[in-house]
């Protein structure tokens, strides 16, 4: 497929739409904040929203290395949805006890993403067409049974589609049935939902400062001050909204890991190439894999491709050359090739990674520091399009310093299984890839390394 991949640009395909805001100045002096957010992708722009929404006089300031949504914000597939927990299974294995709590906030809180998106005018591409979750292997089949019959007893909207019904939703050979959540995942435009929500938030009041990487945080009787290369910025509170990119905050480093994601991005399909693969309900699709692809439709007919090889770099370093890795894109291009013959010819225009904040219970975990004049939220492993509104109002709970129904869960009081340190860590996250890849292989069978870290707790996700 190299003939596919060789006119491929490689940039994020939603970064290189037109309509990008033109970048705020940078900040250069001193000033002060009620309220600092420290990252402008999703994480913080819901955070200063919602916090400006919650109290109009409230004087709330964001700063952000970039530009708002220049890293995974932009970057990912647009699958906003539902789960606060890395989807169901992962709910239900962490947090038994209060699972249902978790898919009712899950559920409100993405009506409430719809209800902001319409309220502000938000042109995203928004659409609640649901995830499509596939099966490919005898054994993600038997699984994929087992997990529709705990969720729909539940009182989930998802329905089990036999070979012949989910090869009519989508036609591909590789399919052996599939379960589609029908409310549960809305498709987004990424990119432009970072735009928005930066518009929306430069519409309320919130003051923005790019171009501005904030080098360390230092206590003063005033709060807290954030220090740039030009400036400083004091602020009562600080919401520390840096997802992978977070270097500021010494006690988040033993518990996240920065992974690189990849995808794929095709020239938009003719209408008889649209028709030869159905899709009618454009819905968001995953595979059933341990190394799993995700993919969708785009507004102009696009699919995005994505997933499948996670890839930590020894040392976890994150460097700009690491956003383009042709070893993988090839890969994914064999894979689309397979799941979808019947579109030979068809080219990809894109081809882009980027870093994920990855934890090892694969979703969001909370805390503060600074005696409570700072909150984070982190560590959401590729499922924060819609989980970081959540995380935002956790932040702004925890700052006030009184106990809330949010921050009372067992979700937000717990912290993940820490990571152990380098080299170590390396180490087991590579023993894990190969040892998760071999089970992909084995009918899903998972080896002796791969239970030790399920009985610890600990694991990786690809």
Not at 216 to 236: E, F, Y
Not at 289 to 317: C, E, M, P, S
Not at 437 to 448: F, I
Request: with cysteine.
């Amino acid at each position: 497929m190299l003939s596919a991949l060789q006119d491929a640009i490689p940039e994020p395909y939603w970064l290189t739409q037109p309509g990008a805001p033109a970048p705020a100045a940078p900040l250069d002096g001193v000033t002060t904040a009620d309220l600092a957010v420290v990252g402008a992708g999703y994480s913080g722009l819901w955070t200063a929203l919602i916090a400006k929404e919650r109290d109009p006089a409230l004087d709330v300031v964001v700063i952000e290395a970039g530009t708002a949504g220049w890293a995974a914000s932009g970057r990912n597939g647009g699958f906003c949805s539902a789960s606060l927990t890395h989807g169901f299974e992962n709910g239900l294995s962490r947090f038994p006890g209060e699972l249902d709590t978790l898919l009712k906030l899950g559920r409100d809180n993405l009506d409430e993403i719809e209800a902001t998106v319409t309220r502000h005018g938000i042109d995203c591409d928004f659409r609640r067409s649901g995830e499509l979750q596939v099966a490919t292997a005898d054994w993600q089949w038997r699984d994929l049974v087992e997990s529709h019959a705990a969720e729909a007893a539940r009182g989930l909207d998802v329905d089990l589609l036999n070979q012949e019904e989910v090869r009519a939703e989508v036609a591909s050979p590789t399919y052996l049935g599939g379960v589609w959540d029908r409310t549960g995942c809305a498709m987004v435009d990424p990119a432009r939902l970072a735009w928005g929500l930066r518009r929306a938030c430069l519409a309320l009041g919130v003051r923005f400062y790019e171009n501005s990487p904030v080098d360390r945080i230092t206590a003063t009787r005033a709060g807290l001050a954030l220090h740039t290369w030009r400036g400083r910025l004091t602020a009562a509170r600080v919401a520390l909204a840096t997802g992978a990119h977070g270097r500021l905050l010494k006690r988040l480093r033993q518990f996240v890991v920065p992974v690189y994601d990849y995808a794929l991005m095709t020239e938009p399909l003719s209408d008889a190439q649209l028709a030869a693969i159905g899709w009618q309900n454009r819905q968001g699709i995953g595979d059933g894999g341990n190394q799993f692809h995700y993919y969708r439709l785009t507004a102009d007919n696009r699919i995005l491709w994505g997933g499948y090889d996670a890839v930590y770099y020894n040392g976890g370093k994150i460097m700009p050359e690491y956003d383009q890795r042709e070893a993988t894109f090839e890969v994914l291009a064999d894979h689309f090739a397979a799941t979808f013959p019947q579109l030979e010819g068809l080219r990809f225009s894109h081809k882009w990674g980027g870093v994920i904040d990855c934890c090892s219970r694969f979703s969001a975990f909370f805390g503060t520091a600074h005696g409570g004049r700072l909150a984070y939220a982190t560590g959401y492993t590729g499922l924060g399009v819609g989980a970081t509104r959540f995380g935002a109002k956790v932040m702004l709970d925890l700052l006030t310093g009184r106990p809330t129904d949010l921050t009372s869960l067992a979700m937000v009081r717990r912290k993940p299984v820490p990571f152990p340190p380098e080299p170590l860590r390396s180490g087991v996250i590579q023993l894990t890839r190969w040892s998760i890849a071999r089970a992909d292989r084995t009918q899903g069978r998972r080896n002796l390394w791969l239970r030790t870290l399920d009985t610890l707790g600990l694991g990786f996700d690809s």
